[in-house]
């Protein structure tokens, strides 16, 4: 049975960090493409980032390039996004998800998630 687990969330003020982690069991992170989205209220779900089976790959959604950085321990079977320069506009339930599929900005290909995490920047 595959579980994606996401922590790391929390309360931050505009300007501050966080580091979210996404443990994986039932697969191997590296076996997949894994990917980070965000769901703001009353918002739909929307593509953040995502690391190639390589992890030499990375995309990033235009809003959050140069400020987010994701990356994969595979020791630990877990993938991370670290989060800086934290906006307002950043508060959203954060999730990770895995996919096989090359179209990685789009959440119908992705087949396992997580149950998010909620990220709240204060102004």
């Known amino acids: 049975q595959v579980q994606l687990v996401e922590s790391g969330g929390g309360l931050v003020q505009a300007g501050g960090s966080l580091r979210l982690s996404c443990a994986a069991s039932?697969?191997?992170?590296?076996?997949?493409?894994m990917g980070w989205f965000r769901q703001a209220p009353g918002k739909e779900r929307t593509f953040v980032a995502a690391i190639g089976r390589s992890g030499s790959s990375t995309y990033y959604t235009d809003s959050v390039k140069g400020r987010f950085t994701i990356s994969r321990d595979n020791a630990k079977n877990t993938v991370y996004l670290q989060m800086n320069i934290l906006k307002p506009e950043d508060t959203a339930v954060y999730y990770c998800?895995?996919?096989?599929?090359?179209?990685?900005?789009?959440?119908?290909?992705?087949?396992?998630w997580g149950q998010g995490t909620q990220v709240t920047v204060s102004s």
């Open positions: 998800a895995s996919t096989d599929s090359s179209y990685i900005w789009l959440q119908r290909y992705y087949n396992n």
């Open positions: 039932g697969l191997t992170v590296s076996n997949y493409r």
